[in-house]
C-alpha cells in the first residue's frame, strides 16, 4: 500500500508540474502575441524617431524618466518609443515590458525596480539600480550589458533573469537558455554561467555557484517571460 501511495503522489505531483508548464508556456505565447501585434502598429513612429525600444506593456505604478522629465505612465494598450538615457521605475504591483529595435528580444522589470536603458555604438546596456528584470535577447546585433553595483552580466543572445538587492548589495543571476558572462566588480576576471544554473554575488565580492536550478513552483514563474 505505502508504494502505492507514494506512486500515485509522485503522478499527481508530475500533472501539477506538467499543467504549470502549459500554463507558463501559454502566458508567454499570449504576451509575445500582443507584443508583437503592438510593434507592427508602432513601426511607423518607431521609424520617425531615434528610439531603439518600444515599452508594449505595463500595469500599475509605471514613471519614465528622462534628464529633465518624468512621467507616470497609464495603462494602455499603445506602445512608446524609449529614448537611450532615459530611466524606468515600477512601484509596487508594477510591471512594464518593452521590446529592442530586433522587434524579437524583450524586456520586462518586476515591481520595485529601477533601470536606465542605454543604447550605444559597440553595446547596449540596462543599468539595474534595484529590483529584477527579465530578459529575453535574441537577434541583438550588439553586445548587451547588464550592469549592477557588484557585477556586469554580458550577453549576445540567450534568456535569463538579473535581481539586484540593494539593501543587501547581491546580485543574483538565473540562466534559463544560452551563455551569460559575469564580471564582478570585486575580481578581474570573468565567470561562464550556463543554463539552468544560477549565480549570487555579495556585496564583498563573494560568490555563491553557479548552481543548478531547483525547478520549483517560484522557478516556473520566471519561465514566462
Known sequence: M????????????????????????RLSAERAYQAAQAVRRLAGTAARTEARALLVYRQGDV?????????????????????????????PGGRASFFLADGQSTITLEENT???????????????????????????????EVPTPTAVCAVRGTRFSVDYDRDQGRTELVVLEGLVEVRPRAMDRAIEVPAGTWLRIGRDGALEGPRPLDVSADELRTLSF
Do not use: C
Not at 2 to 25: D, I, Q, S, V, Y
Not at 66 to 76: C, D, F, H, K, W
Open 2 to 25: 505505502a508504494t502505492a501511495r507514494e506512486a500515485l503522489k509522485r503522478g499527481t505531483a508530475a500533472r501539477t508540474r506538467a499543467a504549470r508548464l502549459r500554463e507558463a508556456a
Open 63 to 91: 514613471r519614465v524618466s528622462g534628464l529633465q522629465t518624468e512621467a507616470r505612465m497609464p495603462e494602455s494598450s499603445t506602445a512608446q518609443p524609449l529614448q537611450g538615457g532615459e530611466s524606468i521605475q515600477t512601484g
Open 114 to 144: 529601477t533601470a536606465a536603458y542605454r543604447d550605444e555604438a559597440e553595446r547596449t546596456l540596462l543599468d539595474l539600480v534595484s529590483g529584477k528584470v527579465n530578459l529575453a535577447i535574441h537577434a541583438w546585433r550588439k553586445r548587451f
